[in-house]
């Protein structure tokens, strides 16, 4: 079967960007990475000579090109809205990476210049795409779990953590870890809302950045309106590998999904047994990468996709909100209180 090309600009040649272009152009069918943009011109030219694409070192320039369909934006996660309205403006389909943007009145700017254009918009959660997670999906989807009563959601960074704390913007574990987590929960709890979180943080890999304002453990407590409660948890370090799961409970059964091994080969030995864990999202959640890109290129084609748009992102990014303002005032927030 052949299939008609979409072509995409790269508005970020950084670590998750490099990898989604690669995915895009090896293993989504008609994904045709035309243009590669990033102020570091070298990360760019690498990249954009690897794929055979076009370097250009700024958005505006690559959404000119009236042959490119779609942009997919990998850039930090301040800089979402901005390209999203540079990229809707120029009636291209959009693919952010999480989150949405950083505050919801961005979001809104950002939706709305979609809204106008036309274009589709995706989010990235790709935890929607990883085989485990859209198996839970479906059992609550269908009624096996029954109604839910609790839920937990869990992301661990694997270790050892060697990043600077400094060079890790405001509120990351919030606005671009635990968002995955919230649009877990909210998904895996169709027609809930939230009505009230309650977050912790604290700063117990690296102490010594605290006085910084630095946060890399934290414990979110989410109760919705029909009554359930649901915890979502992250640390910035686990020794033993990216750990990312979740579990739903309900009234007729529990799905649970998620599972750091990288094979089901356990290795038996003198000492007991064991097996390999991921050490990378880029190996742990390929197929889920991979499965959202693809969703996202047969959405643009116009096929009818099921995917986490302006509304899913615009949900979390509330829950995340709410969560940061849980720990600069200490209290439990009430979601009435961030703006719709
Ligand atoms: N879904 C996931 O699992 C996942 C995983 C990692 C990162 N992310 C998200 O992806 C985004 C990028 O993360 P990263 O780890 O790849 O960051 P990164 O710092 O490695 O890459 C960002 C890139 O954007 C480039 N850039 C900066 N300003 C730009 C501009 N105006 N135009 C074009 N490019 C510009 C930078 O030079 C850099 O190369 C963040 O929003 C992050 O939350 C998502």
Redesign the pocket.
Known sequence: MTVTNVNLAL?????????HARALAREVPGAVVTTV????TE??AALAAELGAQPI???EEAVADPDLDAVL?????A??A??IITAATAAKHVF????ITTTIEDAHEAIDACTRADVRLQV????RFAPGFAAAHAAVSDGRVGEVRQMRSVTRDPGPFSVDPAKIAPW?MF???L??DFDTLLWLNPGAEVVSVTAHADALVRPDAKPDGFIDTAMVTLVFDTGAMATAEACFEALYGYDVRAEVFGAKGMATAGCGRTSDMTYYGADGASWDTSRK??DL?HTA?VGELDAFVRSVRGENVDVPGAEAGLRALRVARAAILSVQENRTISLKEIAE
Do not use: C, M, Q, W
């Open positions: 508005v970020g040649a950084g670590r998750i960007g490099s990898h943009v990033d102020p570091r990360a760019a070192p700024s958005i934006i990998t850039t930090p996660a800089l979402h901005p390209a952010t990476e999480k989150p990235g959660f790709n935890r990351t606005l671009e870890t968002i995955h999202d880029t959640l990468y």
